[in-house]
C-alpha cells in the first residue's frame, strides 16, 4: 500500500518542525512531499538541514494552496498512490491519525475522509472546524455521542481542506483543485465537485489533528478578494445548472443594490460593483472551468 502526504508551504518556519516529525512519527509510514511556494523565511533551508527524508518540492512563484497540492497529486498519482493524505503546514498528526483514517474508510467506502480538528493546544475543536461540525451532526450522530457510542465516521457535506485523506478512486475521477481559487473557496470548490461525482464524504472520529492556526482577519482576503471568491465559488457549482445560477443571482444582486443604495453604504455597493465586473471579464474562463471540472482527473492533467 502506498500512501503518500502532501504539505504545502508559504514561510512555514514556526510550524513545519512539529509538522513533519509528527508525520515521521506515524504508525502508518508515508512518502511525504512538501511543495514550497517560495517562502521567503528560510523554510527551505529548515527542510533540507533537518528532514533530509522528505521530498522538497520548490516552486519558482507562489501558486497559491490549490495549485501547489496539484503538483504533489500529479507527482503521487505518476508513483502509483493508493492513497493520499493533504496536510496544512500549521497542522500535526497523533501517531495513529493516518492508520485510522485508513481503517475508517475501507469500513465505510468513503473516499474522502477527514479528522477531528482540535486547537494547536488540544484543549477544544478548531473553532472553524467546530462550526462544520454543527451544521454536520444529524439526530442519529447527536445521540450516539449522547450515549458514547459513537462510530468511526459520520458523513458531511464540507469539512476544510487542513487534513483530508483522499482515495486513489478520488483523485482519479475528482481530479485536482481549481487552480482559479489562489486561496480560499478551492476546498469547498473541491467537495461540490466529489458530491458531482456521487462520492462521499466523512469525518473520522477516532483521528485527530491539532492545527495551531492564527485567528486574525487578514484584509488581503476580506473585502473585494472574498467577494470575487465566494461569486466565483457559486457559479463553478456544477451540481447546478449555469442559468438556474444566473437568475438567482440576478436577483439576490439586484436586492442588494438596492439595498445599498437606500442605506447609502457605497463602500459594499462599490465591491459590488467591482465583483461583477470581475465575473463579467472571465464569462468564458467559468464556462470553460464550469466544463472541465466534470471530467475525470481534472486539472491534473499537464
Excluded at 508525520?23 to 529548515?46: A, E, P
Aim: net charge positive; glycine share 4%.
Amino acid at each position: 500500500m502506498r500512501i503518500y502526504t502532501i504539505v504545502v508551504t508559504y514561510n512555514a518556519t514556526k510550524w513545519i518542525d512539529k509538522c513533519l516529525n509528527s508525520l515521521l512519527c506515524s504508525s502508518t509510514k508515508t512518502h511525504i512531499f512538501v511543495v514550497d511556494n517560495m517562502s521567503c523565511d528560510g523554510t527551505c533551508q529548515q527542510i533540507r538541514s533537518k528532514f533530509s527524508c522528505v521530498e522538497l518540492i520548490e516552486t519558482n512563484e507562489n501558486r497559491g494552496f490549490g495549485s501547489a497540492n496539484n503538483i504533489g497529486l500529479r507527482k503521487a498519482l505518476s508513483q502509483s498512490a493508493d492513497y493520499v493524505f493533504l496536510l496544512n503546514q500549521d497542522a500535526a498528526v497523533e501517531c495513529n491519525t493516518i492508520e485510522n483514517l485508513i481503517n475508517a474508510q475501507r469500513d465505510s467506502g468513503y473516499d474522502l475522509v477527514s479528522p477531528l480538528h482540535f486547537n494547536g493546544c488540544g484543549t477544544a475543536l478548531d473553532a472553524e472546524f467546530a462550526n462544520c461540525l454543527k451544521e454536520s451532526l444529524t439526530c442519529e450522530s447527536i445521540f450516539d455521542i449522547l450515549q458514547s457510542k459513537t462510530r468511526s465516521i459520520y458523513p458531511t457535506t464540507y469539512v476544510n481542506a487542513a487534513a483530508w485523506l483522499l482515495t486513489k478512486n478520488c483523485i482519479n475521477k475528482v481530479g485536482g483543485f481549481d487552480p482559479s481559487f489562489f486561496m480560499y473557496g478551492e476546498d469547498d470548490n473541491y467537495l461540490m465537485r466529489v458530491r458531482y461525482h456521487k462520492m462521499q464524504i466523512g469525518i473520522c472520529f477516532n483521528a485527530k489533528i491539532y492545527h495551531d492556526r492564527d485567528y486574525r482577519n487578514d484584509p488581503r482576503w476580506e473585502g473585494l478578494y472574498k467577494a470575487r471568491n465566494l461569486a466565483m465559488l457559486y457559479f463553478k457549482d456544477i451540481n447546478k445548472n449555469g442559468f438556474v445560477l444566473l437568475r438567482s443571482f440576478i436577483y439576490v444582486r439586484a436586492k442588494m443594490f438596492l439595498k445599498d443604495m437606500i442605506t447609502l453604504n457605497l463602500g459594499h455597493l462599490i465591491i459590488q460593483l467591482k465583483t461583477i465586473n470581475y465575473l463579467g471579464s472571465r464569462i468564458e474562463s467559468i464556462i470553460k472551468s464550469r466544463e472541465l471540472a466534470k471530467d475525470n482527473c481534472a486539472f491534473l492533467h499537464n
